[in-house]
């Protein structure tokens, strides 16, 4: 860390004057503890006195062996090393030895690239942030592509980094620049590259359809090369002091409408940095007559992916649910979804479509999948009551056709009988609806009138259980001797 002349003077001051500490002297300017030491020289290796011998000496040539096979690992490594093979010194001497043998860093010159007009395109990324969102947050990023030789720019936000959403952006920055260059130039995230191995490479097969499509051919930048996609990298820093510095963004649609206004407004009306004399928006024209001309067909940017409906007729995308009918419960369907729609297919028919939600852990539920669902399920308990009524009583079945006929609701119908046959008991009930059915009546509660008058001429209980308060401890009515009654009445 390098601290200007004027801030080592005054450590030199306070140390060697003064005879502050150097943890007093970091803590007092503000400076890491390092930079007083190398100040003050208390960095520089301690000298050994005439007579003794470094601790490490028997070391050096181990140690020497491995900085030149590996530079860069650290005194720790190297002292767990050395302690395997019987160092007994300490971290502190390890490390002041290596500190004056290990080789200096290669001092590397840089290429300055000059590409041709309609030749590249970079592409990156800038974390913005986040926005808030229904159930929570997201995180917010701009997606920024610069043609390289006028430095024309465009860009968006986006509130994931895959790859479906990399290619709407760049179908959409094709829209706009009208054409593309022949090469996009990409950093190594991995809805760009999945895997690479020194020179070879492996894209993502979106990536690919996309370039195919546009008829470019994609390209990576080497790692910590800055200057080989330096022009998007100067171009977020441009865009972060020029547009976000100081700006509210409270939602995805309102933010990209302020970018594009600044892009065409202020960043293509700036000088160009390389060109006197010209703005951007003057390079940018006469580069958009070099640029491939856009494809006839628009890419599918739609997102495709296999689902698996729950036992609760829901699938899930992108932390949300979406409901589906009842019918497809625990079978694997075809969900396809772009900014705005998520449809759901079963094969090339579709089952289910919702509006997109952005939120995290929404539920999306269509009403009319509720409501068959909850016909479905009142549909089966009705018929498992139907189901006992037609074995204690077969000749009910004409009553229900009767029922129908005239508009009754099954349902209700259905719960009255149950209580009616609960009540007086299979036979009294068989009984009343073969009256009912012989005198050709349809109202319900003939059933249990008649059930009700064949109860009283065979003075059978009705079976009813009482039913208690819960302050009530005792239930059970304990029978006594009525002799005292009758005595005190002959009294």
């Known amino acids: 860390m390098t601290v200007s002349p004027e801030t080592e003077v005054e450590i030199r001051r306070l140390f060697f004057a003064e005879h502050w500490p150097a943890g007093t002297i970091s803590r007092q300017l503000g400076i890491h503890d390092d930079v007083v030491r190398r100040v003050t020289g208390l960095l520089s290796p301690r000298r050994v006195p005439p007579g003794r011998t470094r601790v490490v000496a028997g070391f050096e040539p181990f140690i020497d062996e491995v900085l030149k096979q590996f530079p860069l690992l650290r005194a720790t490594r190297l002292y ?21 043998v290990r080789p200096a860093p290669r001092r590397e010159a840089f290429l300055r690239l000059s590409p041709l007009i309609g030749e590249q395109a970079q592409v990156d990324w800038a974390h913005v942030g986040t926005i808030d969102v229904d159930g929570g947050e997201r995180a917010l990023w701009l997606f920024v592509i610069v043609l390289s030789w006028s430095r024309g720019m465009w860009g ?173 419960v625990l079978r694997s369907l075809t969900l396809v979804a772009d900014e705005h729609v998520v449809r759901i297919l079963d094969g090339a028919t579709e089952v289910a479509r919702h509006a997109r939600n952005n939120g995290r852990r929404r539920v999306i539920e269509d009403l009319a999948h509720r409501r068959a669902l909850l016909e479905e399920k009142r549909a089966a308990r009705d018929s498992r009551g139907r189901d006992r009524l037609q074995v204690v009583a077969p000749r009910i079945h004409d009553l229900y056709l009767r029922w129908v006929d005239r508009g009754r609701n099954l349902g209700s119908v259905t719960a009255h009988m149950m209580q009616v046959l609960d009540r007086y008991g299979d036979d009294v009930f068989r009984a009343a609806v073969d009256d009912v059915v012989n005198r050709e009546l349809h109202d319900p509660a003939a059933i249990g009138a008649v059930c009700e008058r064949l109860r009283k001429k065979t003075l059978a209980p009705i079976a009813i259980e009482p039913r208690f308060a819960d302050h009530v401890d005792d239930r059970d009515v304990i029978p006594h001797d009525l002799e005292s009654y009758d005595a005190r009445r002959r009294r």
């Open 80 to 100: 767990d090393m050395a302690r395997a093979r019987g160092y007994p010194g300490s971290l502190r001497s390890l490390r002041e030895y290596v500190a004056t």
């Open 156 to 328: 968006e936000l986006v509130l994931d980094l895959g790859a479906q959403t990399l290619a709407r952006s760049l179908c959409r920055s094709t829209a706009y620049f009208g054409g593309t260059t022949r090469q996009w130039l990409f950093d190594n995230p991995k809805s760009v590259v999945i895997e690479k191995r020194g020179d070879a490479i492996r894209f993502h097969a979106t990536l690919l359809d996309v370039a195919s499509h546009h008829s470019v051919q994609p390209r990576l930048c080497a790692p910590r090369k800055a200057n080989q996609k330096g022009r998007v990298e100067r171009a977020i820093r441009y865009v972060r002091d020029r547009f976000l510095a100081g700006r509210n963004l409270h939602s995805v649609d309102d933010g990209n409408r302020q970018f594009l206004a600044f892009v065409d407004e202020i960043a293509h009306a700036r000088p160009h940095p390389t060109i006197p004399g010209r703005t951007v928006r003057d390079c940018l024209d006469e580069e958009r007559g070099k640029l491939l001309a856009p494809p006839r067909t628009a890419f599918n940017t739609d997102v495709v992916m296999p689902v698996a409906v729950d036992k609760t007729a829901f699938v899930r995308f992108d932390t949300n649910s979406y409901s589906v009918p009842a019918e497809h």
